[in-house]
């Protein structure tokens, strides 16, 4: 059995990958990855997984009472979670995806910047 978790206000992963806050870290494994956190409080594990918008999707597997480590999550990045199970999961899912839409990177050169790549929509 599991659960997945998203926050209400989108959460970078490259803020969850190495997190180390008030009794919650990151737990090193060999299938955690570039695109993958293993969180846990000592004694429960919550997962994390890189969105391809960068933002963080949680999950819980088995039997882990993950609501202490969630509670931190919440405080440290001043947001609230919603499950799967929520009413409102439907509501923050969409606002955190764009369904049905490409996006390709292109550079496009000013004359003050002749550099970076910039995500444009077509």
């Known amino acids: ?10 959460i970078p992963f490259d803020k969850v990958k190495g997190l180390n806050i008030e009794g919650v870290k990151e737990h090193q494994t060999p299938d955690t990855g570039d ?7 000592g004694e429960n594990y919550l997962w994390a997984a890189k969105t391809s918008f960068n933002y963080t999707w949680f999950s ?4 882990n009472f ?3 480590i969630l509670d931190t999550l919440a405080e440290h990045f001043g947001t609230e979670f919603v499950s799967e ?3 409102d999961w ?7 995806t764009v369904e049905g839409l490409d996006y390709i990177n ?5 004359p003050d910047n002749p550099g970076p790549w910039k995500q444009v929509y077509p």
Request: aromatic content about 6%.
């Open 35 to 41: 695109e993958k956190a293993c969180l846990t409080d």
């Open 1 to 10: 059995m599991s659960t997945d978790y998203l926050p209400r206000t989108p």
């Open 60 to 63: 819980r597997y088995g039997r």
């Open 90 to 96: 439907e509501k923050v899912l969409e606002a955190q």
């Open 85 to 87: 199970h929520d009413d």
């Open 106 to 110: 292109i550079q496009l050169p000013t």
């Open 66 to 68: 993950v609501d202490d």
